[in-house]
């Protein structure tokens, strides 16, 4: 039987009334949006290259041991793929409010935890799609859906092998389900710690980990979410890497901490000494995705010595994990924004003394294609960490570094304020006097 690990079983442990450990991304793509029927056709054809979706977790009775994926017999495609659009004019505040509604509910455990919004009715005649996947569910396949429906060429390409019709497996007994337990037992052993509702295991984290300073960001966050984007040029980020002697993950940290800086300063934070923790979790030479913890010297106004600051540290904590070289990482070509997402959280998950999680993916440095529609942008999201209100995730995509934030609804209301910020702190960035060469 196909049992969740330890890590994915945590996942589901973890949420709670507030928490919902979904990723996903916000895609728009250049219009007009193919028909329902189209996109529903499209995605039902790649499904058997990741037959976990359509699969759910089932859990054993008397909590014998971890759930076990098993074929949803009443999987209904519609379900999980929706239709929708937004009413005119179509911006992108209206389609900020319609991915905030998205994320902020839990997905059904009684189905496989996943949806595709598919929106139409975007000025300009573009369309977006809104993808949301349990950590769960993508953390530690090979594949997750966006990965098979997104294409480097306009035509669809043939998924391939002969078209068969899905039969789910019989869903198993109770019966079945406790033997298969207990014959698994000394293999897939998970710990009682792992299995603890949220309540326990937040009791333990209060009394034994440490904590972050207390900022705006680090509050009892509730159920609902705001979301929020913005695009840079991956040439800036370059600029800035090559003249100050770094790697692009340095610069990223520079200006998310240089925004921080900026929205603490319009909340009437004093930043004078101070400093944040960032999860920035980084690929490692094994293939794992390590967290490593980076200060954040929010404090320091100098764009290029709060870049050498945030340098050095990053430098310190990579050491100890084997990190890649950021040539490794910007060579990669998969597009797995949830998979990717997903061991992100899960290692900044290792850090509860971090304020946020900061994550830097890689992207594929070409266009991609949904059924012949050219991805304009996407936004990652990541989920909220207990008493953290802030996410900030970024991809790399066709020579442009794409931002996503996503918020607690009630602890950032001003959260339309941070692409602004960003904006300020790349400019202020690229505008600073760079050391004079050498020689």
Same mark, same amino acid.
């Given at each position: 039987?196909?049992?969740?690990?330890?890590?994915?079983?945590?996942?589901?442990?973890?949420?709670?009334?507030?928490?919902?450990?979904?990723?996903?991304?916000?895609?728009?793509?250049?219009?007009?949006?193919?028909?329902?029927?189209?996109?529903?056709?499209?995605?039902?054809?790649?499904?058997?290259?990741?037959?976990?979706?359509?699969?759910?977790?089932?859990?054993?009775?008397?909590?014998?041991?971890?759930?076990?994926?098993?074929?949803?017999?009443?999987?209904?495609?519609?379900?999980?793929?929706?239709?929708?659009?937004?009413?005119?004019?179509?911006?992108?505040?209206?389609?900020?409010?319609?991915?905030?509604?998205?994320?902020?509910?839990?997905?059904?455990?009684?189905?496989?935890?996943?949806?595709?919004?598919?929106?139409?009715?975007?000025?300009?005649?573009?369309?977006?799609?809104?993808?949301?996947?349990?950590?769960?569910?993508?953390?530690?396949?090979?594949?997750?859906?966006?990965?098979?429906?997104?294409?480097?060429?306009?035509?669809?390409?043939?998924?391939?092998?002969?078209?068969?019709?899905?039969?789910?497996?019989?869903?198993?007994?109770?019966?079945?389900?406790?033997?298969?337990?207990?014959?698994?037992?000394?293999?897939?052993?998970?710990?009682?710690?792992?299995?603890?509702?949220?309540?326990?295991?937040?009791?333990?984290?209060?009394?034994?980990?440490?904590?972050?300073?207390?900022?705006?960001?680090?509050?009892?966050?509730?159920?609902?979410?705001?979301?929020?984007? %913005?695009?840079?040029?991956?040439?800036?980020?370059?600029?800035?890497?090559?003249?100050?002697?770094?790697?692009?993950?340095?610069?990223?940290?520079?200006?998310?901490?240089?925004?921080?800086?900026?929205?603490?300063?319009?909340?009437?934070?004093?930043?004078?000494?101070?400093?944040?923790?960032?999860?920035?979790?980084?690929? %490692?030479?094994?293939?794992?995705?390590?967290?490593?913890?980076?200060?954040?010297?929010?404090?320091?106004?100098?764009?290029?010595?709060?870049?050498?600051?945030?340098?050095?540290?990053?430098?310190?904590?990579?050491?100890?994990?084997?990190?890649?070289?950021?040539?490794?990482?910007?060579?990669?070509?998969?597009?797995?924004?949830?998979?990717?997402?997903?061991?992100?959280?899960?290692?900044?998950?290792?850090?509860?003394?971090?304020?946020?999680?900061?994550?830097?993916?890689?992207?594929?440095?070409f266009p991609l294609y949904l059924l012949g529609h050219r991805l304009?942008?996407?936004?990652?999201?990541?989920?909220?960490?207990?008493?953290?209100?802030?996410?900030?995730?970024?991809?790399?995509?066709?020579?442009?570094?794409?931002?996503?934030?996503?918020?607690?609804?009630?602890?950032?209301?001003?959260?339309?304020?941070?692409?602004?910020?960003?904006?300020?702190?790349?400019?202020?960035?690229?505008?600073?006097?760079?050391?004079?060469?050498?020689?």
């Amino acid at each position: 039987m196909d049992r969740l690990s330890s890590v994915d079983s945590s996942f589901l442990s973890e949420e709670g009334w507030a928490t919902h450990t979904h990723v996903g991304a916000v895609m728009v793509f250049e219009g007009p949006p193919p028909a329902p029927e189209d996109f529903l056709a499209h995605v039902e054809s790649r499904l058997d290259l990741v037959p976990r979706y359509r699969q759910r977790p089932v859990r054993p009775p008397f909590g014998l041991a971890a759930d076990a994926w098993v074929d949803d017999p009443r999987f209904n495609l519609e379900y999980h793929v929706r239709i929708t659009a937004l009413p005119p004019p179509g911006s992108d505040d209206q389609l900020r409010r319609q991915a905030g509604r998205v994320f902020s509910q839990h997905l059904d455990r009684s189905k496989p935890l996943w949806e595709l919004w598919l929106v139409e009715g975007l000025d300009g005649g573009r369309f977006a799609v809104i993808g949301k996947t349990h950590s769960a569910l993508v953390d530690g396949v090979s594949r997750d859906l966006m990965s098979v429906l997104l294409e480097p060429t306009e035509k669809p390409s043939d998924p391939g092998g002969p078209r068969r019709s899905w039969t789910p497996r019989p869903e198993p007994t109770d019966a079945q389900l406790v033997s298969a337990a207990i014959a698994d037992a000394p293999a897939n052993f998970v710990s009682d710690v792992v299995r603890l509702p949220l309540g326990a295991l937040s009791a333990l984290r209060e009394r034994f980990e440490p904590t972050p300073v207390a900022t705006p960001l680090n509050v009892p966050i509730g159920t609902h979410r705001r979301v929020a984007w %913005t695009r840079q040029e991956l040439g800036d980020f370059r600029v800035a890497k090559e003249a100050l002697g770094g790697t692009v993950h340095d610069a990223y940290l520079t200006v998310v901490a240089g925004a921080l800086g900026l929205w603490l300063h319009s909340r009437g934070v004093s930043t004078s000494g101070l400093e944040l923790r960032a999860s920035a979790p980084v690929s %490692t030479r094994d293939g794992r995705v390590a967290d490593v913890e980076v200060p954040l010297a929010v404090g320091v106004a100098d764009p290029v010595k709060r870049f050498e600051q945030i340098r050095d540290a990053r430098l310190e904590a990579t050491e100890t994990v084997g990190a890649l070289h950021a040539a490794s990482i910007a060579a990669l070509e998969d597009f797995a924004p949830p998979t990717l997402l997903a061991q992100a959280s899960r290692a900044s998950l290792d850090h509860p003394a971090a304020n946020l999680l900061a994550a830097n993916l890689p992207g594929p440095q070409f266009p991609l294609y949904l059924l012949g529609h050219r991805l304009e942008w996407l936004a990652p999201m990541g989920f909220l960490a207990e008493r953290r209100a802030l996410v900030i995730a970024a991809i790399s995509y066709d020579g442009h570094l794409d931002f996503g934030f996503l918020a607690d609804y009630d602890a950032m209301p001003d959260i339309d304020r941070l692409p602004e910020f960003l904006d300020q702190a790349v400019t202020e960035l690229l505008d600073q006097p760079r050391p004079a060469a050498s020689g």
